[in-house]
């Protein structure tokens, strides 16, 4: 039987392409089980998960949960704005008691960048990255990948541009190697002030004119502006971001070309994209969200594969 060459899923740079394939294969399965009536299977009935949330979270952790439910394993839930983090707990001992509970995987979004990759090296759990400050969100990155293959048929080959903040963006980061590993070729676009210098190192391409970079693309990853993650002002406005590098339907329609359109959420509608294009036909935002479920499920299943095999 094929399994994943990790313990953790830590960032989409750990992975190989094997490895994404295998978890589209399984995604698929799991996607056909979650259309089902019963939309159960009781394989980790003997695993136990721990999703911890140092930072607000709705989709991915809702993602998260359902994706354990659906899989049959137990869960307990921790958001650290309730817990004793606040009085001066370490990462390690608040996870280390947590594990004394007998968990066998964690879930972790963490403000700070390598998080994950320091617990993976200090407690005996799978470990899985469910956003590290601004650095990676692999599950969100193997979503995307998995719905611009449902929906263009695979990912090789095609043009995708992320447009927006991708300064502070771990989901832009993830893409970036995901896609690249599958043989897109991929566009950053957005303001120079929200474009990290010397990105053209990673061999992606830089445009600033948005009507360029969409004529260009076969699909746009139009990206949340992280306003609480700037402490000093990047662009002038919202209305002056929108006009450069947001889309409207008008816009949409003026290009020589039908293009696929994503957004990660939450959105800012009206600021990235608006709501004609958020909700039109071309935008395949809600598709990301239900593969969300069926990609994580797929993650989990084959960590807690290994897990099962120890
Ligand atoms: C993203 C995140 O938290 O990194 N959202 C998500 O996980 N669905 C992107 C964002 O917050 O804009």
Redesign the pocket.
Known sequence: MSELSVNHLLGIKYLNLKDIELIFETADHFKEVINRPIKKVPSLRDITIANLFF?N????KLSFELAEKRLSADIINFSAGQSSVKKGETLIDTVNNILSMKVDMVVM?HPNPGAGVFLSRHVKASIVN??DGAHE?PT?ALLDSFSIRERLGEVGGKNIVIVGDILH???ALSNIFALQMQGANVMVCGPKTLIPKHIEKLGVKVETNLRKALNWCDVANM??V?NERMDVSYFPSSREYSQQFGVDKTFLDSLNKEIVIMH???INRGVEITSDVADSDQAIILDQVQNGVAVRMAVIYLLASKIKNL
């Open positions: 930072e979270s709705t989709r991915t979004r469910a956003g969100h969100q963006s771990r989901v990206l949340r992280q990660p959420g939450p």
